[in-house]
């Protein structure tokens, strides 16, 4: 399967916590997003990089979020001190450059804080 | 404001049925619109994509619409299946096509 991964699936952590996600975009692709969706609500976009450089932040990626992308390849989404309100689907998306609004989403991290 | 509004926000119809979705934006400038289906738990999939310059598209059972000028777009469904129980997203691209805005979507249960 060459579609985006995601890692873990599901993550279950104590308010407070430090967490840490996984996305492997196509291999192709040279951009890379992070979406956050809570419960009836549709993707909010949190970040995008173009190869290893971060080029947009939305201001729902609090200081407490951070993302990186070191190798232009895959990406990590750390959240520190996590919030009940932190609990989501994180969702990963990739495209190249060229066709941005061609985005390929992986099965995405279901995370709950308790 | 760039804005993608949906209806209805639930709908439950029987097997073999038709229906279909609606979509409201409120997106400059406009360059296309995707609907994507998205099961429970899972990440969105893209069903169709339409330009500024498409009126009507197909994918197998589903046919989506746009009517650029007054910025509707539709999301036509034929002869549902269970498998279509899923939330149907309208998304646009924005800022300058880097990102997309997604609307809320409308859960579709198809039962027996």
């Known amino acids: 399967d060459t579609g985006v991964s995601q890692n873990p699936r599901h993550k279950i952590t104590k308010r407070g916590q430090n967490v840490t996600f996984r996305c492997d975009p196509i291999?192709?692709?040279?951009?890379l997003y992070w979406y956050r969706q809570t419960l009836g609500q549709g993707p909010e976009f949190l970040t995008y990089f173009q190869n290893e450089a971060q080029l947009e932040k939305s201001r729902l990626l609090s200081d407490r979020f951070s993302a990186e992308r070191p190798k232009g390849s895959f990406s990590t989404l750390e959240i520190q001190r996590t919030e009940q309100g932190d609990s989501a689907m994180y969702l990963c998306a990739s495209s190249i450059s060229g066709r941005a609004y061609e985005q390929y989403f992986g099965p995405g991290t279901r995370l709950t804080v308790t | 404001k760039n804005q993608v509004e949906q209806s209805p926000q639930s709908l439950i119809i029987l097997e073999g049925k038709n229906c279909t979705l609606q979509?409201?934006?409120?997106?400059?400038?406009?360059?296309?619109l995707r609907w994507y289906k998205q099961d429970t738990g899972r990440g969105p999939v893209s069903l169709t994509i339409m330009t500024f310059s498409e009126n009507t598209k197909s994918n197998g059972r589903y046919t989506a619409t746009l009517d650029a000028d007054t910025k509707q777009s539709s999301l036509h469904i034929t002869a549902s299946q269970l498998s279509d129980s899923a939330s149907y997203i309208c998304v646009v691209p924005t800022g300058g096509g880097n990102k997309l805005t997604f609307g809320t979507g409308t859960q579709l249960k198809v039962e027996l």
């Open positions: 979509c409201n934006y409120t997106v400059s400038p406009f360059s296309n």
């Open positions: 291999s192709e692709h040279n951009r």
